[in-house]
């Protein structure tokens, strides 16, 4: 069984909508937690990370972890078709130069 | 500042040659990471390196891959005999030392015939 999981595999969403993803970790190892997207052709890209329990903000990009459950959560306001990508979440075990495991990805569609 | 270079972008190798891959961190990063990305299997870690010395190597196959670091500026993944079933992006990151942002570079794409 994958570490992370993420959910849903796919998304679309009307340009200026609101788009929820979701990841899972299944072990308590790895509990900090970075959101990635990639577009086609090029390597990931560091949207945010969350370490702690609560929300963080970061202009139209919020995450939600809840440590207790390891569920972490990335809502994109005000969706534009520039945020069609695949979104990663990432796991580590701690907040160093330590590897990261990924979910399997959602792909976020933009429909202006 | 260029970001994490990769060479090359592409490479086709018949079944059962060399490759080798390349990698040229951002000056100044200390940590270098290896990863693989397929449709199936999604993005798996290979290997990583802090300092120029291999720290983990738990998600390289046993056979036929080898990773090196012989200096601060490049990085090297080596596969021998290339098999159908290594084709796939492989991506290399690098960070800051103690900082978990890892900055990743394009990719190499291998297509082993």
């Known amino acids: 069984q994958q570490k992370v999981q993420q959910s849903p595999e796919s998304l679309s969403v009307p340009e200026g909508g609101m788009a929820s993803l979701n990841c899972t970790s299944s072990?308590?190892?790895?509990?900090y937690f970075w959101w990635y997207r990639q577009h086609s052709g090029e390597g990931p890209k560091a949207l945010m990370?969350?370490?702690?329990?609560g929300d963080k903000k970061e202009g139209r990009f919020t995450a939600h972890l809840n440590k207790a459950s390891l569920h972490v959560s990335l809502h994109i306001r005000d969706s534009q078709p520039s945020d069609s990508a695949l979104y990663f979440c990432?796991?580590?075990?701690?907040?160093?130069?330590?590897?990261?495991?990924f979910g399997a990805g959602t792909r976020l569609k933009v429909i202006a | 500042n260029a970001g994490v270079i990769q060479t090359p972008r592409h490479k086709v190798t018949g079944k059962g040659q060399e490759a080798t891959l390349w990698c040229e961190p951002i000056?100044?990063?200390?940590?270098v990471f290896w990863y693989r990305q397929t449709i199936v299997q999604g993005l798996e870690f290979l290997t990583y390196?802090?300092?120029?010395?291999?720290?983990?190597d738990s998600g390289m196959p046993k056979e036929r891959f080898s990773a090196q670091m012989p200096n601060q500026s490049h990085s090297t993944l080596k596969i021998q005999s290339t098999q159908p079933q290594d084709s796939a992006v492989y991506l290399c990151?690098?960070?800051?030392?103690?900082?978990?942002?890892?900055?990743f570079g394009p990719g190499t794409r291998l297509t082993v015939l």
């Open positions: 990151a690098s960070s800051f030392p103690g900082d978990a942002e890892q900055f």
């Open positions: 072990d308590r190892n790895f509990q």
């Open positions: 990370s969350i370490f702690s329990d």
């Open positions: 990432a796991a580590s075990e701690a907040t160093g130069n330590y590897k990261y495991v």
């Open positions: 000056s100044g990063h200390s940590a």
């Open positions: 390196f802090r300092n120029q010395a291999p720290i983990d």
